[in-house]
């Protein structure tokens, strides 16, 4: 099963606006990374949030997590038509060390209309 | 810097063959991971190397196996192939174990007729 599950599975917005994406998991976790994948190509890493932290930036990029409510949430401002890809949340087990791993969710594809 | 390099891009096998895959890390990098990404159930880990010995494996059948070299390159190769081993097959380097950031190539696509 999978342990994050993003939400919703698809966005549409306009260029210029902002683009919201959730991502829920069930089991603790160490850190959670967003990925962004265009058209079935390589995943690009975007930003990592550790269980310690609660927000972070990066460009036009923030990212929170809420460990309480197991749930992490990526913003993109201003929105592009490049920004359009699939983007994935990974999470990473809390207490598996070294021999940790990403787990991923299913993805939310983006479009971002001109 | 080169990015992680993935040979070939492109694959199409019949059932019954067998295939190995290449990747090259980015220089430096030690760690090397491969996942499986497929419609159906998305990404999926499949195995981690490290210092040439195999850290961690997914839930996959004996058929998929990988190796690492002393040049931290790392072939993963499936025997015996299925319909359903048709996918996107990612290898990702990083420079530490433990899931830190990764860096994913472009990918091979295999296509099993």
């Known amino acids: 099963s999978q342990q994050g599950e993003e939400d919703p599975q698809a966005l549409s917005i306009q260029e210029g606006e902002n683009a919201t994406m959730n991502c829920s998991y069930k089991?603790?976790?160490?850190?959670l990374q967003w990925y962004r994948q265009n058209s079935g190509r390589g995943l690009v890493h975007l930003i990592l949030?550790?269980?310690?932290?609660r927000e972070k930036h990066s460009g036009r990029l923030r990212v929170t997590l809420d460990t309480s409510k197991k749930s992490s949430s990526l913003l993109i401002t201003a929105s592009r038509a490049a920004d359009t890809a699939s983007y994935f949340c990974?999470?990473?087990?809390?207490?598996?060390?070294?021999?940790?791993?990403?787990?991923f969710g299913k993805g939310i594809t983006l479009s971002v209309r001109p | 810097k080169a990015g992680v390099t993935q040979t070939p891009r492109y694959l199409i096998k019949t059932r019954g063959q067998q295939v190995t895959l290449s990747c090259s890390p980015i220089?430096?990098?030690?760690?090397v991971s491969w996942y499986q990404q497929t419609p159906g159930q998305g990404l999926q880990f499949l195995f981690e190397?490290?210092?040439?010995?195999?850290?961690n494996k997914g839930n996959f059948p004996g058929r998929f196996s990988g190796r690492q070299f002393s040049n931290s390159r790392s072939e993963m190769n499936v025997s015996t192939l299925e319909l359903g081993d048709s996918a996107l097959y990612l290898c990702?380097?990083?420079?530490?174990?433990?899931?830190?950031?990764?860096?994913f190539g472009q990918g091979t696509r295999l296509t099993v007729v």
């Open positions: 990702a380097s990083s420079l530490y174990r433990g899931a830190t950031e990764a860096f």
């Open positions: 089991t603790s976790i160490n850190n």
């Open positions: 949030i550790r269980s310690n932290e």
């Open positions: 990974a999470t990473v087990l809390k207490n598996t060390g070294a021999n940790s791993k990403l787990t």
């Open positions: 220089s430096g990098h030690r760690s």
């Open positions: 190397y490290f210092s040439e010995t195999q850290r």
